[in-house]
């Protein structure tokens, strides 16, 4: 049983909906006007307060901020008259969880009201993720607690104040660019810059210009003098990113940078000194290059004088409920949210996908669903397809969600919370959100038969297990 609220200047309108809540178990309040609702919110606590927009003297849509305020655990579902989208827009924009289009179809609010509650309920038992603000230096702070992981920040450490060259491999979107910069911030020379460059330029000319400089004139268009990324990022760090696609004649000039510190900018009579660290980045298998021979051996030698291996987030899947804190956090900030819970469905379901995007992918959905959660909490609703279905799913296995009809799916959610709380029916009706007699309904109905030793169903000695 939930609690609701109705504010409606309509009474027959109200007396219609307390009706059909009360019908259905809920404890409903009515109230004409915003005022009304307001004069002593401490009196009741709805779960849900379903607010008409359009109402002598408040309306419901300047009224919204002050019922998040008076009923701060609430969702506020406002009823929006037909194609007024801009109120629409104004009051989700306000912090109303949903809303309902006039004339009121009675499926339609079932449906969203049952959504908020499952919202409000997630949000009482969803996962914290703490995702306040993200301590100090911002998008440098890496996430995780794997064996794997640990070794990685280990590693950083160790190489970091070394002063050696990095060579950092892994899938795209595993967080080589953090990597390297947390090399960098580690290192001798924190203060010192931090030059980034893609090594996969399209003009080789372009490309061997803009890591040693060039002289005025030294190619068609060389106008001016240009001072390379190696001369800027002397005393500092230099991110060679994608190294595997320099070309063999680049790759000799590296070469000789990283054995000897000097590079000719193009077009240069003398060589230039820099104290520049390499730290380079490779998505690809670099001894198989060396194998093909398009990679050289020597190059490939002097690069990895220390290897740090990002491996794929499907193979550390216990980094998923950090990275997701983190990338929250981050996300907050970045959209001005405060998204702080994540329903525990929602891990599953992360838990259970394959991550080809690895990091990345896993912060861009987090960045759709916080944009598509009108709550604070995120739900699978706010899952792309193809993750929300991959949940396991004990008691529908094989079958994909798209191809069960709603009883099966009720059936099998029945008995999932059934076995989650190991057939305790108090606590299952709570789950649900069904009166005793509706799941003793449906357990009879859907055939449902409890396993050996599991409590029996005491308001109804008939029934259920011996
Ligand atoms: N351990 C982590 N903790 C927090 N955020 C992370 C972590 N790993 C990666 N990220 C984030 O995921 C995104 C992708 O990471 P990054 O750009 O470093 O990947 P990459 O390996 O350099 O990918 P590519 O090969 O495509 O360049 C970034 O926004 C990064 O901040
Ligand atoms: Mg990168």
Redesign the pocket.
């Known amino acids: 049983m939930s609690a609701i609220l109705i504010v409606d200047d309509d009474l027959a309108s109200c007396r219609t909906l307390r009706l059909h809540f009360r019908t259905q178990g809920h404890e409903t309040h009515i109230a004409q006007s915003a005022g009304e609702a307001l004069a002593a919110p401490g009196r009741f606590a709805p779960d849900v307060i379903i607010l008409d927009i359009r109402m002598p003297g408040k309306s419901g849509l300047d009224a919204l901020p002050e019922f998040k305020q008076a009923f701060p655990g609430s969702h506020v579902i406002m009823i929006t008259a037909f194609h007024d989208m801009e109120s629409t827009i104004q009051a989700m924009q306000r912090g109303a969880d949903d809303y309902i289009q006039k004339p009121i179809d009675l499926d339609e609010l079932d449906a969203t009201v049952a959504k908020a509650l499952r919202y409000a309920r997630s949000e009482s038992q969803g996962v914290p993720v703490e995702a306040g603000e993200d301590t100090g230096n911002g998008?440098g702070?890496?996430?995780?607690r794997s064996r794997v992981?640990k070794e990685v920040f280990k590693t950083i450490g160790l190489a970091a104040s070394s002063g050696a060259t990095v060579l950092i491999t892994?899938e795209?979107?595993?967080?080589?660019?953090?990597v390297a910069r947390a090399i960098h911030r580690a290192g001798p020379n924190p203060s010192g810059p931090f030059v980034a460059m893609n090594c996969a330029a399209l003009i080789e000319t372009l490309l061997e210009s803009d890591m040693f400089g060039h002289e005025k004139g030294a190619f068609t268009g060389a106008v001016g003098r240009h001072v390379g990324k190696f001369a800027l990022a002397n005393h500092g760090a230099i991110f060679l990113?994608e190294v595997s696609e320099l070309s063999y004649a680049i790759q000799a000039k590296l070469l000789r940078v990283l054995q000897e510190k000097e590079f000719v900018p193009l077009g240069a009579r003398e060589s230039q000194r820099t104290e520049a660290r390499v730290i380079a980045?490779t998505?690809v298998n670099l001894a198989g290059r060396v194998q093909e021979g398009s990679f050289r051996e020597d190059l490939y030698y002097r690069l990895q004088v220390i290897n740090i291996h990002?491996p794929p987030l499907r193979d550390r899947k216990e980094d998923i409920p950090d990275?997701v804190q983190?990338?929250l956090a981050r996300i907050n900030r970045e959209m001005r949210r405060h998204v702080r819970r994540v329903d525990p469905q929602v891990l599953r379901c992360f838990e259970a996908y394959r991550w080809p995007g690895n990091?990345?992918e896993l912060?861009n959905v987090l960045m759709k669903a916080v944009a598509l959660s009108p709550a604070d909490t995120i739900t699978p609703d706010a899952l792309p397809a193809d993750i929300a279905n991959r949940s396991a799913q004990p008691s529908d296995t094989a079958r994909p969600a798209a191809q069960c009809s709603l009883r099966e799916v009720e059936k099998g959610h029945v008995l999932r919370v059934l076995e989650a709380t190991g057939w305790h029916r108090g606590r299952t009706c709570a789950v649900l959100g069904v009166s005793r007699p509706r799941l003793r309904r449906m357990i009879k109905d859907f055939g449902l038969v409890p396993p050996p030793g599991a409590p029996p169903d005491d308001s109804d000695p008939g029934a259920g297990s011996p």
Not at 141 to 144: E, L, R, S, V
């Open positions: 998008r702070n890496m996430a995780g992981m892994g795209s979107g595993t967080g080589k660019d953090l990113d980045a998505n990002l990275l983190a990338l990091v990345r912060e």
